[in-house]
């Protein structure tokens, strides 16, 4: 601001865009004002809305989360901004804080930008009561759009590395049971040879033989025991 009378008219555009007319008529008009400025020029998204769900007010935040401006929202349904599916969580998270003049809830809210895309945000909603009635609400918006969508990234990455471990799961229990059973070929001819020679030479070759076997039946049963973990539990990853 340049002058005392800039931030005159910048007081008095931000009273009349919130219902203020007279500032004399008001003994706590400091209060209004700080109120009044900071809904302005605050770095999160504000909206004042009424008791039956129409925008007073908006700031430049706020509209700039949605792709238009403060004036294009104001006289608009709230409700009507919300991204699919999300109206009826909405409208019973309101309900609940008009029926308690002593509450204020944060809960996670979807609108729906300009252009289509889904915007994320963290709504703190409180009612303000006027003679001990609820007047409006003043809902708080902190966009959470890169942080929702970092996690959605990292939950598909976890999917994918679950399926990838269940189909190496399941390959392995097939390997287990078909390497099982050519070990037990394999070792059923040995005994078959050792029960017909005593060559020490073969002997000594099929002794060899089913000491690689019992080898090869302990690799059969890791492969079976990490089979089964992961089958068991399909959503545990295991570092």
């Known amino acids: 601001m340049n002058s005392h009378g800039e931030v005159n008219r910048e007081i008095k555009t931000v009273f009349l865009e919130h219902g203020f007319d007279e500032l004399s008529q008001y003994p706590a008009r400091r209060s209004l004002l700080r109120f009044a400025m900071m809904f302005r020029h605050a770095k999160v998204g504000m909206i004042r809305v009424t008791s ?81 009635h609820l007047a409006q609400f003043i809902a708080i918006y902190q966009d959470v759009s890169e942080s929702k969508s970092a996690l959605e990234e990292q939950s598909a990455r976890e999917h994918e590395l679950r399926l990838v471990l269940e189909s190496a799961a399941r390959l392995a229990e097939s390997v287990a049971f078909d390497l099982s ?59």
């Open 181 to 239: 059973n050519y070990l037990m070929i394999i070792a059923s001819y040995a005994e078959l040879i050792e029960g017909h020679t005593e060559d020490s030479r073969i002997l000594k070759s099929t002794a060899e033989i089913n000491a690689a076997a019992r080898r090869a039946t302990g690799l059969t049963e890791r492969l079976l025991t990490f089979s089964r973990q992961e089958l068991k539990n399909p959503g545990v990853l295991r570092s």
């Open 52 to 132: 039956d769900n129409l925008i007073q007010a908006a700031n430049s935040a706020f509209a700039a989360m949605l792709g238009c401006s403060a004036a294009e929202l104001v006289g608009h349904s709230y409700l009507d901004l919300l991204a699919s599916g999300e109206m009826e969580a909405a409208a019973q998270d309101w309900k609940s804080v008009a029926m308690d003049s002593r509450r204020s809830q944060t809960s996670e809210r979807r609108f729906r930008h300009r252009h289509g895309q889904i915007v994320y945000t963290r709504e703190t909603l409180t009612r303000v009561d006027e003679h001990s």
